[in-house]
């Protein structure tokens, strides 16, 4: 199944809106950073007017209704009345691993029990264990899962996502989780991102020789990602029992050569010195639990953005979030993502992620929601596209069924979107 022609695409209206939150205005000015980032760009009574998969315009419903071409053209536009509910930009989770067969029960069995992160991983756990079905799963299996994930996503708001591979870690198995997502996106009506985690974690067949493998990500996987465009960024899990800091540099270095833009899991179990990565530009830090005062005045002064990922301190049953409050009030930008993954964060919602970070680190719920989308974006830099509700940009739309904006992280553990327009096509939640 290909994608529609955007040609193709019906008009859309969406009408009686009671809150409209658009985050416009940030586009080209970097991403949203200290009091910025709640600043909502709230239009009440709204409507937004959808045509060739893009936004066209964005105003009141009154003013809409009086429109000569809608009113010229009202039978050919499918209309939704959405009665008073809110309407966000469409989520965009600008971190995910949706690569892999199988939840990991034992685990989550062994963690109740009392094991750590670490001692699980030692259990022959964690990540490695997921390995061995992705090895063995013809790739049609793995699109299936990877689509599967992205359509119960966009049935709860999100129409952008960030893909990672990471659980083959073999060159084949990687090439074809990278492929995976990108026959998943294929099939999809929403943005899907791929990204290459070859180097997740170092493989039992290399350990006792890391840096061989290191070799292997920089010589041999990045650049057949690349040549076959099948993925736009690289990410590195850089934390004690994963690589080192200089691993990591040669990472982003090969990155680099080959046309490929970076992005790091970092400061997640153990803190690491940021400033050196800081030259390849990075798009995105995740995790950032633990990060010194010292890089959070660096990351203020640039725009690579700190996607925190309160799911998995959530399911991990932590004590302890990443200080958001911290991160914001310095300036530094935030985003939020769920981390989608079987062993750490099996959650595709980013009501939940939103819920969280309102709970546990103290943003706003305009915080989290700007988080969620047009710093989402910036994570992946796509926000000349992405994140906004504004003329010119994508329809990415979704529909919440509730009269308040804040209701969305207050209901927590409940979907209330109703509706979700992904590149201007309508998916029903119902
Ligand atoms: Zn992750």
Redesign the pocket.
């Known amino acids: 199944m290909g994608k529609a022609s955007p040609k193709k695409l019906p008009a859309l209206l969406l009408v009686n809106i009671g809150q409209l939150l658009t985050f416009r205005g940030g586009a080209g000015a970097g991403p949203r950073r200290g009091r910025e980032l709640g600043e909502t760009g709230m239009v009440e009574d709204a409507a937004v007017l959808c045509l060739g998969g893009k936004i066209v315009s964005v105003g009141k419903t009154k003013d809409a209704l009086r429109d000569p071409w809608l009113k010229k053209n009202r039978k050919n536009v499918t209309e939704i009345d959405c009665a008073g509910k809110v309407v966000l930009p469409g989520f965009v989770d600008s971190?995910?691993?949706p690569v892999f067969v199988t939840p990991r029960l034992v685990d989550f069995e062994k963690r109740i029990e009392g094991a750590s992160y670490e001692q699980i991983a030692c259990a022959g756990g964690g990540i490695r264990s997921s390995l061995e079905a992705v090895r063995k799963a013809p790739k049609k299996e793995l699109v299936e899962k990877v689509l599967t994930a992205f359509r119960d996503m966009a049935a709860h708001g999100t129409t952008t996502v960030e893909a990672?591979s990471g659980y083959g870690l073999t060159l084949e198995s990687e090439l074809k989780s990278v492929a995976a997502i990108r026959d998943a996106a294929s099939a999809w009506p929403g943005t899907a991102v791929p990204t290459l985690l070859g180097a997740h974690v170092v493989p039992q067949e290399f350990q006792d020789c890391s840096q061989k493998y290191v070799e292997l990500v920089c010589t041999e996987m990045i650049p057949r990602a690349a040549r076959e465009r099948l993925a736009q960024f690289v990410d590195v899990?850089c934390d004690k029992g994963a690589f080192t800091p200089a691993q990591t540099e040669q990472i982003f270095a090969a990155a680099d050569a080959n046309g490929l833009a970076a992005r790091a899991?970092i400061g997640q179990l153990s803190e690491t010195t940021l400033a050196p990565f800081l030259r390849f530009k990075p798009a995105s830090f995740?995790?950032m639990d633990h990060v010194s005062d010292s890089d959070v005045q660096q990351l203020a002064k640039n725009d690579t953005v700190a996607t925190l990922?309160p799911g998995?301190n959530y399911f991990l049953g932590l004590k302890d979030y990443p200080n958001a409050r911290r991160l914001i009030d310095a300036g530094v930008p935030v985003a939020l993502a769920t981390?989608y993954?079987p062993g750490?964060?099996p959650t595709i919602s980013m009501a939940m992620a939103m819920s969280l970070a309102c709970t546990h680190m103290k943003m706003s719920p305009a915080e989290a929601i700007a988080a969620a989308t047009i710093n989402g974006a910036w994570a992946l830099r796509l926000a000349d596209r992405k994140g906004s509700i504004e003329p010119g940009k994508d329809a990415d739309l979704a529909v919440f069924a509730v009269n308040d904006y804040r209701e969305i992280p207050y209901w927590f553990g409940a979907n209330r979107c109703t509706h979700t327009i992904l590149n201007g096509i309508l998916a029903s939640g119902d």
């Open positions: 971190h995910t691993h990672k899990f899991h995740d995790h990922v998995a981390d993954n750490t964060s």
